[in-house]
C-alpha cells in the first residue's frame, strides 16, 4: 500500500482533478490511500474572508463557493454530492455571519473555519472518483484516527493516532475502497477542529503512511522535487536525487519550501521512504527522501538563503570562566519573546541572529546591562545543507567561493551532528554567494572553483 498526498496546486480545479485521477489509476495496483490539500488557494480565500468579516463585518464566501461550484459542474458531479457540499457552504456561511457580528476571531475559530477547504476537497474528488468507477471515500481526518493537542494553528498529534489511523483506515481498505482524507486538520480530545500548521497536509500524509506501514508516501507538488537551490535566484538549480530525512528536514526549517517542517518526524519513526513529485511533469523521477545514503554523491544537497536577519553581537569579559552568563542572555530574548536562529559563541562573546521584523531597542537596554552590544542589521544566512561527515571539505569549498569574491563572512555556525553548515553575510552579498556555491557545488568540472 502507498500513501500519495495532493497539495492544493494539484487539485486546483477539474481539470488538474482530472489529471490527479490519471495519476492515481496509474498506481491502482498498489493500493493508494490520499491524502489532499484544501482546492488551489482555497486557504488563503478562507483566512481572507475571515478578515474582511471580522474588520468591516462583510460575509462574502463567493471566491470559495465559485470554485467548488465550478468544479463540480465541470466535473458532471452534482448528483452526488450538493447534498453533502451545500450544508457545508451553508455552515461555513454562518460561521462567518458570527465572526461578523461578534467581531472576534480566536485562534480556534480559525481552524474550524480553514478546515472546510480540505473538507470540500476530499467530498469532490472522492466524488469523482467514484464517478470513473474507483471506489473511493472521503473521510474528515478525525474519522481517520487523527487526535491532536489543542494548540490551534499550530496542533501536535498525539501518540494514540499511531494505533486509531490503522483501526480507521484497515476496514476501508480491506473492502476495496480507497479512503479520500483531509490533510491538515485533527480534532483535540474536546472535540474541537485543529490544524497542524499551513503545508501541514505533508504531515498528515507522512503520519498515515507512517502509521499504515506503506511501501511509500508521495507527495505530489508543483515542482520537480526538493531543488538544490532557489531557481528565483539560482537559474541552474536543480531537483535532487535523493535526500535523508535529516537534510530534508533541516531543508525545510532554512527556506526550502518545498515540504512542512515537521513532514519528517513519523518517516524518521518508522523508515517510511517519501518521495516528492511533480503533478505537472509525472514523468520527472523527483526527490526521494530516506534514512540513510549508501551511495557516493556530492558532499552537499543544497544551498539555501534567508535575507533580513539582525545580528546582535554581545561581548563580555565577565563571560570567561563563568557560568550562567549565557542563561542571562537567552532569558533576556526569552523576556522580549524574540527567537534566536544561529549562534556562536567564544570565551568572550556571542552572536546570535533574529529575524528583522522585531524591534530591538528595548532589548538593547536590557543587554546593555551585562555587556556590550552590537546590533546589525542587513544581514542574510546562507545555510549549505550536506554531509557533515565531508564538512572539512564543504568549509575549505565555501570559504574558498567567499575568497575569489571578496566577501567577509561575519559568523559561522555548524552543529555536531547536523548536516547544516551556516554564516552571515550582507543582504546584498546573498544572491551571489549562493549562486557562487551552487556553481561550486552542483554545476559542471569545468565550472568548478
Ligand atoms: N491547505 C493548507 C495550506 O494551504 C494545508 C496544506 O496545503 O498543506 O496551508
Ligand atoms: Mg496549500
Not at 468591516?56 to 453533502?84: F, P, Y
Not at 483531509?182 to 501541514?200: E, P, V, W, Y
Amino acid at each position: 500500500m502507498i500513501v500519495m498526498k495532493f497539495g492544493g496546486s494539484s487539485v486546483a480545479n477539474a481539470e488538474r482533478i482530472r489529471h490527479v485521477a490519471e495519476i492515481v489509476k496509474s498506481q491502482i495496483t498498489e493500493k493508494p490511500i490520499l491524502v489532499l490539500s484544501a482546492m488551489g488557494d482555497t486557504t488563503d480565500h478562507l483566512l481572507s474572508a475571515a478578515d474582511l468579516a471580522l474588520r468591516e463585518g462583510v460575509v462574502s464566501i463567493d471566491k470559495v463557493e465559485k470554485l467548488h461550484r465550478n468544479t463540480i459542474q465541470e466535473l458532471n458531479l452534482e448528483a452526488a454530492i450538493l447534498e453533502e457540499v451545500d450544508p457545508l457552504l451553508a455552515e461555513l456561511q454562518t460561521l462567518l455571519t458570527g465572526i461578523s457580528l461578534i467581531r472576534e476571531l480566536t485562534v480556534k475559530t480559525r481552524d474550524y473555519l480553514v478546515s472546510f477547504g480540505e473538507r470540500l476537497s476530499v467530498r469532490i474528488t472522492a466524488a469523482y472518483f467514484n464517478s470513473i468507477g474507483i471506489k473511493a471515500l472521503a473521510v474528515d481526518a478525525w474519522h481517520a484516527g487523527f487526535l491532536s493537542d489543542s494548540n490551534f494553528t499550530s496542533a501536535e498529534l498525539d501518540e494514540e493516532s499511531w494505533d486509531r489511523i490503522p483501526e480507521a483506515l484497515r476496514p476501508l481498505i480491506e473492502k476495496g475502497i480507497m479512503p479520500v482524507i483531509t490533510g491538515f486538520i485533527a480534532k483535540d480530545r474536546q472535540g474541537c477542529i485543529t490544524t497542524l500548521g499551513r503545508g501541514g497536509s505533508d504531515l498528515s500524509a507522512t503520519m498515515i503512511a507512517s502509521a499504515m506501514n506503506a511501501a511509500e508516501v508521495q507527495v505530489w507538488k508543483d515542482v520537480d522535487g526538493i531543488l538544490t537551490s532557489d531557481p528565483r535566484i539560482v537559474k541552474a538549480a536543480k531537483p535532487v536525487e535523493t535526500v535523508t530525512y535529516d537534510e530534508a528536514a533541516e531543508l525545510a526549517y532554512f527556506g526550502a519550501q518545498v515540504l512542512h517542517p515537521r513532514a519528517m518526524q513519523p518517516c524518521i519513526k518508522t523508515g517510511t521512504p517519501v518521495r516528492v513529485k511533480n503533478s505537472y511533469n509525472p514523468a520527472a523521477p523527483g526527490t526521494r527522501i530516506i534514512g540513510t545514503i549508501d551511495k557516493k554523491t556530492g558532499p552537499v544537497r543544497a544551498i539555501t538563503s534567508r535575507k533580513n536577519v539582525t545580528l546582535v553581537d554581545i561581548v563580555s569579559t565577565r563571560m570567561v570562566g563563568q557560568y550562567g552568563f549565557l542563561a542571562g542572555v537567552f532569558a533576556t530574548f526569552a523576556e522580549h519573546k524574540l527567537s534566536v536562529d544561529m549562534v556562536a559563541t567564544s570565551e568572550v562573546s556571542v552572536s546570535l541572529t533574529l529575524d528583522a521584523a522585531n524591534d530591538l531597542g528595548k532589548l538593547k537596554q536590557d543587554l546593555s546591562k551585562i555587556s556590550s552590544v552590537e546590533i546589525k542589521t542587513g544581514k542574510a544566512i546562507v545555510t549549505i545543507i550536506g554531509d557533515v561527515r565531508r564538512s572539512s571539505e564543504i568549509l575549505q569549498r565555501a570559504f574558498g567561493v567567499c575568497v575569489l569574491l571578496g566577501i567577509q563572512v561575519q559568523m559561522v555556525s555548524q552543529g555536531a551532528s547536523k548536516v547544516n553548515i551556516s554564516f552571515i553575510v550582507d543582504d546584498i552579498q546573498a544572491g551571489e554567494v549562493v549562486t557562487a556555491l551552487h556553481s561550486c557545488f552542483f554545476e559542471p568540472l569545468d565550472k568548478k572553483i
